[in-house]
């Protein structure tokens, strides 16, 4: 089985060249005929459920823009249980099958 949808998120400060790691993922996996989404702020954003469909359009013109298109923002309660089930939860809910993570030290111990 291989993947068809997964998503992207950006966590922890704002850094240069997030916007272009976004744009990478988005246009590498559309090559590959896989769906993509982004999670807005962080691991906030996918307790919440604020996921939105991203294509090759909605990248466009974006690396010269400072910050992340996508938003960024910390959240204790990802590092909860409750808050993790509900994270996971509205990743099934969309039908994401894989999540592609850049931020700081604990972005990616998170996922």
């Not at 989404?37 to 823009?65: C, F, T, W």
């Not at 910050?67 to 590092?79: D, P, V, Y």
Request: charged fraction near 25%; charge should be positive.
């Amino acid at each position: 089985m291989s993947l068809k949808r997964i998503a992207v998120l950006t966590s922890g400060g704002d850094a240069p060249g997030m916007n272009a790691f976004v744009r990478a993922v988005v246009r590498r996996a559309l090559t590959h005929d896989l769906e993509v989404y982004g999670v807005k702020y962080g691991y906030h954003g996918m307790i919440e459920g604020n996921i939105i469909p991203l294509d090759a359009r909605s990248v466009g013109g974006i690396i010269q823009r400072a910050g992340t298109i996508l938003g960024t923002a910390r959240s204790e309660e990802f590092k909860t249980p409750r808050g993790r089930l509900e994270a996971v939860r509205n990743l099934n809910e969309h039908g994401i099958e894989g999540v592609v993570v850049l931020g700081g030290e604990g972005s990616p111990r998170r996922a």
